[in-house]
């Protein structure tokens, strides 16, 4: 019989969430009506956010996260005319008031688009200027025309000199919304390899296997990392997770939305959303499940993230497990 192990590690890594909007449900009611009514509602309720009241939900969503020991979250943050930059501003006393217990790194989020709301581009603009570890976020689904939407979002991150670049990408999983080899082609073209994260990706697991074949390779060819929230199987196909982790895409995992209008659930247990992955696709292998426990628990790329996540006790967090498998199984809490 084997041993149990005493696995010890600086914590997880979320890489990607929406603390801002985080906790909005229960104390607003939730409906499950089509996704287009739910952003509406979204937007009603960001036109009346404060702050403080930003602040007061992201610390619930990150206690939550801290509670089943994340060492490390990248938040969006939605940047628009009708929040303001006061969704920036709460996330910066949120990060420096938690800096010895996890490293939150922020992302001005261009949820609306610019074809909706074109005074964005200043106030995305200013929220680089708050700070230099801020970067900015796009999503390929929120103009009418994606590729100029990308082209935008890279501009504004070049005139900022930004650490990072974001996308929501072919989020809707269908293949006439297949934007990730445009996407790569720029991050190659203006030479954002290895600073750009394409979230999602779903759409590539809808679009022929020789299509995708050629994106993976040429994601890979551009340093262009793709990040996964496995909750996404809600309403479509997750992309292809071991394909790009075998063509050498470096892939990271994110809770994604908690408590909102977007997903009314949301643990913030990065081991629950590996497995979650795990049985959507057959992450049954142990060489397999060992990747899923790499994937949430390897050091952020961008570099000064990853020395302030190190200068955190690198020994905060044990579980005693017998392997990767019952890890995933049992999703202990830290000790
Ligand atoms: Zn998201």
């Not at 790569?184 to 750009?196: D, H, I, P, Y």
Request: charged share 20%; aromatic share 8%; with cysteine.
């Amino acid at each position: 019989m084997t041993q149990p192990i005493q696995w010890t590690i600086p914590g997880f890594m979320n890489e990607h969430a929406h603390l801002d909007k985080g906790m909005l449900v229960p104390e607003r009611s939730y409906k499950d009506d089509p996704v287009a009514i739910r952003a509406g509602w979204t937007r009603e309720a960001k036109s009346s956010f404060t702050k403080q009241d930003i602040y007061s939900r992201a610390e619930q969503a990150l206690q939550q996260l801290l509670s089943y020991g994340t060492a490390y979250v990248r938040t969006h943050v939605d940047v628009d005319p009708l929040v303001g930059l006061q969704g920036i501003e709460a996330l910066l006393e949120l990060r420096e008031h938690y800096k010895n217990d996890i490293i939150i790194d922020i992302t001005a989020f261009n949820q609306e688009g610019f074809d909706r709301y074109p005074d964005s581009a200043g106030l995305l603009t200013e929220a680089l200027t708050m700070d230099s570890r801020i970067g900015i976020g796009g999503h390929t689904l929120s103009d009418q025309d994606g590729c100029s939407h990308i082209n935008r979002i890279f501009e504004l991150a070049e005139q900022a000199n930004a650490p990072w670049v974001e996308f929501h990408t072919d989020e809707s999983g269908k293949p006439e919304h297949f934007l990730l080899p445009y996407l790569a082609e720029q991050v190659k073209a203006r030479g954002w390899s290895g600073k750009t994260y394409a979230i999602h990706c779903n759409s590539l697991a809808n679009v022929s296997d020789e299509l995708a074949e050629q994106a993976i390779a040429l994601t890979a060819e551009a340093g262009l990392h793709v990040t996964v929230c496995p909750t996404a199987i809600a309403t479509r196909a997750i992309t292809r997770v071991k394909q790009l982790n075998q063509a050498g895409v470096r892939i990271g995992m994110g809770s994604d939305n908690m408590s909102d209008f977007f997903n009314p659930m949301g643990s913030g247990n990065m081991l629950q959303y590996a497995q979650l992955l795990a049985y959507i696709q057959r992450f049954y292998e142990p060489r397999e499940m060992d990747m899923l426990l790499r994937i949430i628990s390897q050091m952020p790329f961008n570099a000064e993230s990853a020395v302030l996540v190190s200068q955190l006790a690198q020994d905060r967090y044990r579980f005693t497990t017998k392997d990767s498998r019952y890890l995933l199984t049992h999703l202990p809490l830290p000790s």
